[in-house]
């Protein structure tokens, strides 16, 4: 009889921020019985956690996976970082700014500025090593440029109309 006694193989790859978990047993091995993961300082569990929902930072995969001999493979893991509230953030303050853009009423100015604010807080709160931080900033700068644009065309305008009326009463 053919007793196996190689463990299996666990490989974790991150593609284009889509993380996969692969077990495999070795040829002629008794077969997979059970993955397992754990997340950050989570428990281990039995099915891969839900990745979506992660406060922005960095984190850490970990798979491991038995055969049906009950052989362990080793761990093996993942750093990676999840940025999600921060792009939302400028999403959101990108909306205002549009809206700003469009009416250039001073309510939908100072929302515009205060969601700006929030993208950028949530940007520059990001590890240097989170691939998103360096665009989200220079995102928030840009949208930070065009914002204060509308606030400087704004000022011109008024003052040209002041001095519209100043010249009409004399």
Known sequence: TNIDKVA???????KDGKITVEAKDNDG?????KKFFKLD???WVNEMPNLTL????????QAKATDLAGNESEVKFLDFYTADEAIKAGEDALK?????????????IVTAQNLINIAKTKAEALDNENPNKTTLLENV?????RLDNIK??????????EAIKAVEKA
């Open 152 to 161: 400087n065309n704004n000022e011109q305008e008024k003052a040209l109309e």
């Open 54 to 61: 992660l406060k922005d930072g960095k984190h850490t995969i």
């Open 29 to 33: 091995g008794s077969g997979i019985d």
């Open 8 to 14: 299996p193989t666990v490989t974790i790859t991150n």
């Open 41 to 43: 300082s989570n428990d």
């Open 141 to 145: 700068k840009t949208m930070q440029d």
């Open 96 to 108: 205002a700014l549009g809206k700003a853009e469009e009416t250039k009423a001073k309510e939908d």
